[in-house]
Every structure is written in structure tokens, then in C-alpha cells.
């Protein structure tokens, strides 16, 4: 199982930037795909998860209205799978490093839980004020 978050960087407060998890070595429409960050010094906080199919979302209060997950719909036959973060009218307070991480359902429950099966590494985002 590979996951790899990208796309981060440094914006402006109010800004808008899209992540990009790329994944493989695993059965696509079996899996949902969490989000979650770690801010300097904190713990992880998941954010938002989709369901394998995307029948399911689920975003935290911090960041419902503001971020958007989506993933392909690709058959599994394809090597590498893509789920997507946009992040909109960003606050000082989400910079973090971001992961995404494999999880066997998208609900309130599995984010509060931190109930992931694989993640790899995470990308930098930076909100500057």
C-alpha cells in the first residue's frame, strides 16, 4: 500500500489550494480515503473522509463548509488512484502537515478514532496571515 499527499505550500489567509493523494497497492472500491493533519507541536486531527464509492463524505465542523474531498471513480485495473482535498478560504490555524490514509469507512466514528490502515507521507501546508 502506497499513499502519497502533495500539492501543499505556502498561502495567504482566505486563499484556496488543492491536495492530491496519490494511491496504489490496494483494492480502490473496497477502501475509503481519510484526511488528516498534524499541526506543529499537536496531535493529528482527521478532517474529512470519502466512502470507496463515493457514496460518503464527512468533514469536521473546523473545516465543513471550506474543504472538499473527491476521489476518481477509476476501475481498479488502473494502477494509481487519485483523492483530492480543495481546501477554500483558508485560516492560519489549518497549516499543518496533511496525510491521507486508507480507512475501512468514511463516518464521524472512524475520524474521531483515528481508525486509519495505511498512510504515507504528508505534504506541508502553510496559511500565513
Known amino acids: 500500500v502506497q499513499l502519497q499527499a502533495s500539492g501543499g505550500g505556502l498561502v495567504q489567509s482566505g486563499k484556496s489550494l488543492t491536495l492530491s493523494c496519490e494511491a496504489s497497492?490496494?483494492?480502490?472500491?473496497?477502501?475509503?480515503i481519510a484526511w488528516f493533519r498534524q499541526a506543529p507541536g499537536k496531535g493529528r486531527e482527521a478532517i474529512s473522509c470519502i466512502g470507496p464509492s463515493s457514496d460518503s463524505t464527512y468533514y469536521v465542523d473546523s473545516v465543513k463548509g471550506r474543504f472538499t474531498v473527491s476521489r476518481d471513480n477509476a476501475k481498479d485495473t488502473v494502477y494509481q488512484h487519485s483523492v483530492y482535498l480543495q481546501m477554500n478560504s483558508l485560516k492560519p490555524e489549518d497549516t499543518a502537515v496533511y496525510y491521507c490514509?486508507?480507512?475501512?469507512?468514511?463516518?464521524?466514528?472512524?475520524?474521531?478514532?483515528?481508525?486509519?490502515?495505511?498512510w504515507g507521507q504528508g505534504t506541508l501546508v502553510t496559511v500565513s496571515s
Open positions: 497497492g490496494f483494492t480502490w472500491d473496497r477502501y475509503g
Open positions: 490514509a486508507t480507512t475501512y469507512a468514511c463516518s464521524r466514528g472512524v475520524l474521531t478514532a483515528l481508525d486509519f490502515g495505511s
